[in-house]
């Protein structure tokens, strides 16, 4: 496995950046262990322990039982680059600050931006 990334190399990067992209990291984690937990349901069922399942087993084992993930949509809740960048200028117009749960919900961001439009 690669090495995580560490964001404090950039030391000069906006406060929202540093949020994103911890949030974004967060979420990444909490996908793999669902995906960790997933895979053990699967192999389980065969009565094998996860550690010793070779990736061509693993790989057989799905496409004979035709198991499909799940669809993990847990980046797709977040807001969009556009909407995130027009809340902030419009935050800069109005004098005010965009809310920090307006950037964990694309709908929160949604209604954010209908109600302070000008």
Not at 56 to 67: E, S, Y
């Amino acid at each position: 496995m690669s090495q995580p990334f560490d964001i404090r190399q950039f030391p000069g990067l906006p406060p929202e950046v540093v949020k994103a992209f911890e949030a974004q990291q967060f979420e990444l984690a909490v996908e793999g262990e669902h995906r960790k937990v997933w895979g053990s349901q699967i192999f389980s069922a065969i009565a094998q322990p996860i550690s010793k399942i070779t990736e061509a087993l693993r790989t057989a084992v799905i496409r004979r039982f035709k198991i499909v993930a799940p669809h993990f949509t847990v980046l797709s809740d977040y807001p969009t680059s556009k909407q995130v960048s027009f809340a902030e200028r419009l935050a800069r117009a109005k004098r005010r600050s965009v809310p920090d749960e307006c950037f964990r919900s694309r709908e929160l961001m949604s209604r954010w931006i209908d109600s302070n439009r000008f």
